[in-house]
């Protein structure tokens, strides 16, 4: 957890300019990673299995606490998580085979087949959703600023992929995002019996970390970056 204390920290805590990406103290374990480090290990993990040690309440109490970790405009907290272990995370994936199946052509679907299987073959899946309820309020609320909500929206459920991808694998767990939204949003809001005033942004499959991922590429960042002082 203490990934999750880090990132409340920052996102609570003013950077100054005598803040470092370094360890607090010496006394600290020699392998502490910083928490930029945490952040490098989040990568995209294709080949995901079942061999997770964690409990279901464990994993779901990290969840939580690393969406609860996250701002959201005016304190909106309009993310909504949905968990699925089990039974529950080979259904939805099974009824996102049966989507596609209908959508794309055989010769297509063969492609889109794997990928899916690939994603079932995970431990779980988290969903997440943005509850429109909340973005009405606020836009009848707040009518000047009602064409920025659902963007904020967008920022707010970002971060909340993030922040539990990010979380997940500092415990050592691999994880891909998808978004097979919206063909499969009725038929799985329906299944699951979920408000269909929440919208499916994207869908985090995870799991133990069968193949790691390649080495990130050497890209040159310095066009991406401007310092003014």
């Known amino acids: 957890m203490a990934l999750l204390e880090k990132i409340g920290h920052v996102l609570t805590t003013d950077l100054t300019k005598d803040f470092k990406f370094s360890k607090k103290s010496k006394t600290e374990a020699d392998d502490e990673l910083t928490f930029i480090d945490q952040l490098k ?29 996250c701002p959201s405009a005016f304190n909106s907290n309009s993310s909504r998580i949905v968990i699925l272990f089990g039974d529950s995370h080979y ?7 049966e989507v596609k199946r209908q959508e794309v052509p055989a010769q297509i679907f063969e492609g889109v087949k794997i990928k899916i299987d690939q994603c079932a073959s995970a431990y779980s899946t988290v969903l997440f959703y943005e509850d429109q309820n909340v973005i009405h309020d606020l836009q009848k609320k707040m009518p000047m600023s009602a064409e920025d909500f659902p963007i904020w929206s967008e920022q707010t459920s970002g971060m909340a992929q993030f922040a539990v991808w990010t ?56 066009n991406r970056f401007r310092v003014f002082h």
């Not at 294709?46 to 969406?67: D, M, N, P, T």
């Open 167 to 222: 979380a997940l694998a500092d415990a050592g767990l691999g994880a891909s995002l998808q978004h097979y939204n919206p063909s499969v949003d009725q038929t799985v809001a329906e299944h699951f019996k979920l408000d269909p005033n929440w919208l499916l942004r994207a869908q985090l499959c995870f799991g133990s970390i069968e193949q790691p991922a390649e080495p990130r590429p050497d890209y040159d960042f310095q």
């Open 91 to 97: 259904k939805f994936w099974g009824i996102t085979k």
């Open 41 to 69: 290990k989040r990568r995209s993990i294709y080949a995901l299995g079942k061999k997770v040690h964690f409990s279901q309440a464990y994993i779901a109490e990290l969840i939580q606490s690393a969406v609860k970790s």
